[in-house]
């Protein structure tokens, strides 16, 4: 068997979509696919404007720089969390504050929010871990309290929901990735910012058009534009965009198959879990499962590293995760020295199993009962 942990999936009509961007003979940004993506995103999720961007983290910086944060203002951020949630704040000049996650998921733990806020707090970044909402209401409403935007790291979140309400559409502003490891690629790279607040939504079209207001000039609203911001080149060419759809009108399909992909692993490893071996993903009744991941937390870093070693050994691509950024190697000798226990556990324990669309539910059946024979030794 050689499985791996991630293989990217094409619907089949991606390269027609492209090649009709290129007889279109527009390939810069903001062409007709761009608008035709970011369309469907507003009509299917509510969102209330939305950018195509060339990354997730590049929409993290446009949230970021729409927050004009000033030197000394902090910024909270899980410490288990990937490399850009924390460096698109860092980069504008913000304090990061790190938080610690839950004890049932991964998610920023909202009951110590207030132990984190000082005079100086700006901004709540909430990451949806796998896809799993972060319990909004309460994140929402210590920010209502303190004034604060909230901006949700929704780059796994796609097509996941809070109490109904879809990811991405509940903090001021949001950011997606189309990254090749997320459940929809716009080929390879890919990202969306979504603005939920009126306020933010000018300035994000000129930050994603080198500080201009070309996009306003292009609508016929000004007869010429031109430098009028701080911005930088955030648009995805029309190639990329034109691949992104082809993912979008597949967006139930894929879904579904990751869904019944994750159910079977579930249901497959839950008298392992019922046992003690491991535990697996807790989703919280406010939750969505929009299937992104599938984890499971070993009782220590041992078992983790030997279970990881076995499956490799037999051909599966099982992968830890994040190793905390409060205590990474350019953070570290930064950090206020709180101790973040459960990011800790997280980056110790956490594996990860293949989960992609092209997985089928008789591998998955051999990847289970290979785990199974392991604790049956
Ligand atoms: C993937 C990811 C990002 C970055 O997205 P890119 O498109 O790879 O830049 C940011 N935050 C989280 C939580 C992610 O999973």
Redesign the pocket.
């Known amino acids: 068997m050689s499985l791996p942990f991630n293989k990217p999936h094409l619907t089949g009509k991606e390269a027609h979509y492209m090649y009709q961007a290129v007889l279109a003979g527009k390939l810069s940004g903001n062409g007709e696919f761009t608008k035709r993506c970011q369309a469907w995103f507003e009509a299917r999720y509510g969102f209330r404007k939305t950018l195509l961007t060339t ?6 910086e446009m949230c970021a720089m729409l927050c004009e944060l000033k030197p000394g203002d902090e910024v909270i951020v899980p410490s288990y ?5 924390a460096l698109a704040f860092l980069r504008e000049g913000a304090n990061v504050v790190f938080a610690d996650s839950m004890k049932r998921n991964p998610n920023l733990d909202a009951e110590l929010l207030e132990s984190l806020i000082t005079p100086r707090t700006r901004v709540i970044v909430p ?3 796998a896809g799993v909402a972060c319990d909004m209401d309460a994140i929402m409403a210590v920010a209502e309290k303190h004034h604060l935007l909230v901006v949700e ?1 929704a ?2 979140a796609i097509d996941s929901y809070y109490k109904g309400k879809p990811l991405g559409s509940i903090g001021h502003l949001a ?1 997606f ?3 090749e ?2 459940n929809i690629t716009a080929g390879g ?3 969306l910012l979504v603005v939920n607040d009126e306020r933010f939504v000018r300035r994000a079209e000129i930050i994603w058009e080198k500080g201009t207001n070309r996009a306003e000039f292009f609508r016929g609203e000004v007869n010429k534009y031109g430098w009028v911001d701080m911005g930088s080149s955030f648009l995805p060419s029309e190639v990329n965009a034109a691949f992104l759809w082809a993912q979008l009108e597949n967006i139930d399909e894929i879904q579904a198959k990751r869904r019944q992909l994750w159910e079977h692993y579930y249901e497959r490893l839950l008298p392992l879990a019922q046992r003690g071996c491991f535990s697996m993903p807790d989703l919280p009744d406010y939750a969505t499962n929009n299937a992104h991941m599938f984890y499971l937390v070993f009782p220590d870093y041992e078992h983790r590293t030997a279970f990881i070693k076995y499956l490799k050994e037999n051909g599966v691509g099982a992968v830890f995760h994040y190793l905390s950024l409060h205590s990474s190697e350019y953070y570290k000798s930064r950090h206020d020295g709180r101790e973040l226990p459960e990011c800790d556990r997280y980056a110790d324990c956490l594996v990860r199993l293949p989960l992609f669309y092209d997985l089928s539910l008789e591998e998955v059946d051999k990847i289970t009962d290979l785990i199974h024979q392991y604790y049956a030794t």
């Open positions: 990354s997730g983290t590049d929409a993290l969390t990937f490399v850009s949630t990451v949806h871990y790291d780059a796994q950011a990735s189309f990254h490891t997320k790279e890919g990202g």
